[in-house]
T-cell receptor
Framework: QKEVEQNSGPLSVPEGAIASLNCTYS??????FFWYRQYSGKSPELIMS????GDKEDGRFTAQLNKASQYVSLLIRDSQPSDSATYLC???????????FGKGTRLSVIA | GAVVSQHPSRVICKSGTSVKIECRSL??????MFWYRQFPKQSLMLMAT?????????EQGVEKDKFLINHASLTLSTLTVTSAHPEDSSFYIC?????????????FGNGTRLTVT
């Protein structure tokens, strides 16, 4: 059974600070890793995807992957109140397979 | 970018009736679509994998006779909740990726909020 673990939070950070979100996964053969943002009552929207070890930066977002430790993280720099949402970590294997989601971390950015 | 359209966005029905939810890939073809369900304050749970031209694959604990899936074309999958009960009230979300894109991200529809009274 594939599992994805996240701290449910809430994680509260002041506006302008760095928010750090973490995720671990159980299936060692997982190939692709994603971070989605979900606002209350809405569908998830893709923030970042990462496929190889190391860091990947896109604007204020940086995803980090360590396959040896089975660990994925997301850093949000210069956090804004509009970043307040639930962040879902998702993992998938090889081919056209479904995503397995963590329970999500609720982030609250305080103005 | 790839767009997945889902309708209706919200539906209220009476207990015992059936509800059909449509999921369309608008600018790409999808031989496979994935249906998720999300209860309040919980994460997305995979219900079933919809396969074009063949039977859907259901996750453990999901009744295939209650949640009927039809994937009639490369751009359309439907989920019918039959004989709905209040415990079926949930947020149903379909997703797909462009076929041939391997393990790229899934694109999600806007979801359907089902309330069974």
């Amino acid at each position: 059974q594939k599992e994805v673990e996240q701290n449910s939070g809430p994680l509260s950070v002041p506006e302008g600070a760095i928010a750090s979100l973490n995720c671990t996964y159980s299936d060692r053969v997982s190939q692709s890793f994603f971070w989605y943002r979900q606002y209350s009552g809405k569908s998830p929207e893709l923030i970042m995807s990462i496929y190889s070890n190391g860091d990947k930066e896109d604007g204020r977002f940086t995803a980090q992957l360590n396959k040896a430790s089975q660990y994925v993280s997301l850093l949000i720099r210069d956090s804004q109140p509009s970043d307040s949402a639930t962040y879902l970590c998702a993992v998938t294997g090889r081919g056209n397979t479904p995503l397995v989601f963590g329970k999500g971390t609720r982030l609250s950015v305080i103005a | 970018g790839a767009v997945v359209s889902q309708h209706p966005s919200r539906v209220i029905c009476k207990s015992g009736t059936s509800v059909k939810i449509e999921c369309r890939s608008l600018d790409f073809q999808a031989t496979t679509m994935f249906w998720y369900r999300q209860f309040p304050k919980q994460s997305l749970m995979l219900m079933a994998t919809s396969n074009e031209g063949s039977k859907a694959t259901y996750e453990q604990g999901v009744e295939k006779d209650k949640f009927l899936i039809n994937h009639a074309s490369l751009t359309l999958s439907t989920l019918t909740v039959t004989s709905a009960h209040p415990e079926d009230s949930s947020f149903y979300i379909c997703s797909a990726r462009d076929q041939g894109q391997g393990n790229s991200p899934l694109h999600f529809g806007n979801g359907t909020r089902l309330t069974v009274t």
